[in-house]
């Protein structure tokens, strides 16, 4: 099963509570570890390597904290899984080919590399913003609770709606 790291989905949580106080006061992120209920030291380490790539700044002082570097609608979501996950890839031999003597000719190495380009496609997609959008309505759908149709949600960069 392919899964992403506990760094990508805290990573992910961790922007989009930055994201949500886009525009106001820097977070600390002993409320958001507070909130999401993730280590302090664990969240320290992911907003340490988002700080390096830029996705992410800090603010010294007694009003300190983090904030997001760039808009939310300009952060993708395959930035934040690349930096998260640190270029690893689906297969040791898509980075490093030289791992395996079979690597030429490996039918199953270019389904990998198949997957892979699609699944980061697929990311490059949504932004942060779209995130906190489909955040909104799944919380709206869930304060109506009545509601017996299946859930349907619309991705305005991609202007397509899922089910």
């Not at 830029?54 to 395959?78: Q, Y």
């Not at 690597?103 to 779209?130: N, V």
Request: one cysteine or more.
């Amino acid at each position: 099963m392919v899964t992403l790291s506990t760094q990508s989905r805290y990573g992910t949580r961790l922007l989009m509570s930055l994201a949500r106080h886009s525009g106001q006061e820097p977070v600390q992120i002993a409320d958001i570890a507070r909130d999401q209920g993730i280590s302090v030291k664990y969240l320290e380490q992911i907003a340490l390597t988002l700080k390096r790539a830029g996705l992410i700044e800090s603010v010294r002082g007694r009003r300190g904290g983090h904030r997001l570097a760039k808009d939310p609608d300009e952060i993708t979501m395959d930035e934040v899984v690349a930096v998260l996950e640190r270029g690893r890839p689906l297969a040791p031999c898509l980075s490093k080919p030289s791992t395996c003597v079979k690597a030429p000719c490996c039918a199953p190495r270019l389904l990998w590399q198949e997957i892979s380009q699609t699944f980061f496609h697929k990311l490059s997609l949504w932004t942060l913003g779209d995130l906190l959008r489909l955040e909104e309505m799944v919380m709206s759908r869930r304060e109506d609770s009545r509601e017996e149709e299946p859930t349907t949600f619309y991705c305005p960069s991609l202007s397509r709606t899922f089910m």
